[in-house]
């Protein structure tokens, strides 16, 4: 873990490196419409994802392996004056200090971290009728010019959609986006699913399905 934070750590200490400001757009356009209560935000990096549900009323923890990206957003709460509970770990650690809770959080968000091994646990956190909201690099045969060099670290197309199908699928998409101030293209594919109740699968309402790519 020490070789990662390391990494994160001079990462957020260069200006130059560029991180939105803005929430998961999907996590902004569905927000009125998800289930209130316990949120935790996974790779939480300056704090995007969980300031903006710590102002819509969430108890966010929020979870990060960098020392200077946790002191960012830490900063940037106190600005606004909000409560988050920072916590500094390696979420894929098996035997770190921070392990995930079964059934304890009402939404789970994740972005730009590339971590398939853990969404089995990341499942088993939600409570019932909780939601997951991730997104991600996505591989692509267009000039891409954000998110990593190394496509092993990119999803494969559909990938990120077959690792939820434990879930209730609500939106999936892959879709290339530019960025507000450069311009510059990335590739992105995002999921939000819930966990169904009981032991039977449940299904989104008929308008939704139509945010489900067919295949």
Not at 123 to 152: C, F, K, M, Q
Request: glycine fraction near 6%; aromatic fraction near 8%; hydrophobic fraction near 35%.
């Amino acid at each position: 873990m020490t070789d990662d934070r390391d990494k994160w750590n001079e990462r957020y200490r260069d200006d130059d490196f560029d991180l939105p400001d803005e929430p998961v757009p999907e996590l902004a356009r569905r927000i009125d419409t998800l289930p209130d209560g316990r949120a935790l935000d996974v790779a939480t990096g300056s704090g995007r994802n969980a300031l903006f549900l710590a102002e819509h009323g969430y108890d966010v923890a929020a979870v990060d392996v960098s020392d200077e990206a946790l002191a960012q957003a830490r900063a940037r709460a106190e600005e606004r004056g909000l409560d988050v509970d920072w916590i500094r770990a390696d979420v894929t650690d098996p035997e770190g200090d921070f392990q995930l809770e079964s059934r304890a959080y009402d939404l789970v968000v994740m972005s730009f971290f590339y971590a398939p091994e853990l969404l089995p646990e990341l499942t088993e956190a939600l409570a019932p009728g909780g939601v997951l909201v991730y997104e991600h690099h996505l591989r692509s045969s267009d000039p891409i010019e954000v998110g990593p060099s190394d496509d092993w670290v990119r999803y494969r197309s559909n990938e990120l959609l077959r690792a939820c199908l434990d879930l209730t699928v609500l939106h999936y998409a892959e879709a290339t986006r530019h960025g507000k101030e450069d311009d510059r293209p990335s590739a992105i594919a995002t999921v939000v699913a819930r966990k169904s109740c009981g032991g039977a699968q449940s299904y989104p309402a008929e308008r939704d399905m139509r945010d489900v790519p067919r295949e």
